[in-house]
T-cell receptor
Framework: DVKVTQSSRYLVKRTGEKVFLECVQD?????MFWYRQDPGLGLRLIYF???????EKGDIPEGYSVSREKKERFSLILESASTNQTSMYLC?????????????????FGNGTRLTVT | AQSVAQPEDQVNVAEGNPLTVKCTYS??????LFWYVQYPNRGLQFLLK??????LVKGSYGFEAEFNKSQTSFHLKKPSALVSDSALYFC?????????????FGKGTRLSVIA
């Protein structure tokens, strides 16, 4: 089974702090994604990556950055945390485009990090 | 552009009754369609997908979904609901023609199964 591990289940940070959310997957997936989940808004894509050192902006990248130095690890960075970034953050991975079945392969999600910024 | 709509924020059903969670989509070409479930304090889990072929797709935990191209729908169904099915359900879509672009998710439907 694919395992996507998010390093923290709960985090409490102060406004202005730099925050790192870590995600590791163990199935050699090329694609990795960061979403935030808010009530009534569903899942919104922040950033994604199709390969090491590659990144693409999603729908709501403002206030965030990412790092992908190794294939298995995808980090989300809040440069200066603000209260409106209080949310559930979900990491996911999937097969890359070199596999013909990748376009219909499902995402595998971590259990999420619930971040509170005070 | 791709989009997906889940018209109901909440669905309530009695245990043992059939359940339906609705999803409609919009793509320019043909769709890949997915259903995911989220239990409390967990990430999303894959339930089933439609690629092509048979319009009735069977998935995990006794769930199935029916693809209807003319109505652009992909409703999730189960013949007999369990209390343990209570969760948040997400529909997602990707257009065949969009390549390896990320899935687009609906806003989710909360299912409550009442004993």
């Amino acid at each position: 089974d694919v395992k996507v591990t998010q390093s923290s289940r709960y985090l409490v940070k102060r406004t202005g702090e730099k925050v790192f959310l870590e995600c590791v997957q163990d199935m050699d997936h090329e694609n990795m994604f960061w979403y935030r989940q808010d009530p009534g808004l569903g899942l919104r894509l922040i950033y994604f990556s199709y390969d090491v050192k590659m990144k693409e902006k999603g729908d709501i990248p403002e206030g965030y950055s990412v790092s992908r130095e190794k294939k298995e690890r995808f980090s989300l960075i809040l440069e200066s945390a603000s209260t409106n970034q209080t949310s559930m953050y979900l990491c996911a991975s999937s097969l890359g485009a070199r596999y013909s079945s990748s376009y219909n392969s499902p995402l595998h999600f971590g259990n999420g990090t619930r971040l509170t910024v005070t | 552009a791709q989009s997906v709509a889940q018209p109901e924020d909440q669905v309530n059903v009695a245990e043992g009754n059939p359940l339906t969670v609705k999803c409609t989509y919009s793509v320019s070409g043909n769709p890949y369609l997915f259903w995911y479930v989220q239990y409390p304090n967990r990430g999303l889990q894959f339930l089933l997908k439609y690629i092509t072929g048979d319009n009735l797709v069977k998935g995990s935990y006794g769930f199935e979904a029916e693809f209807n191209k003319s109505q652009t729908s992909f409703h999730l169904k189960k013949p007999s609901a369990l209390v343990s099915d209570s969760a948040l359900y997400f529909c997602a879509v990707r257009d065949w023609n969009s390549g390896n672009t990320p899935l687009v998710f609906g806003k989710g439907t909360r299912l409550s199964v009442i004993a």
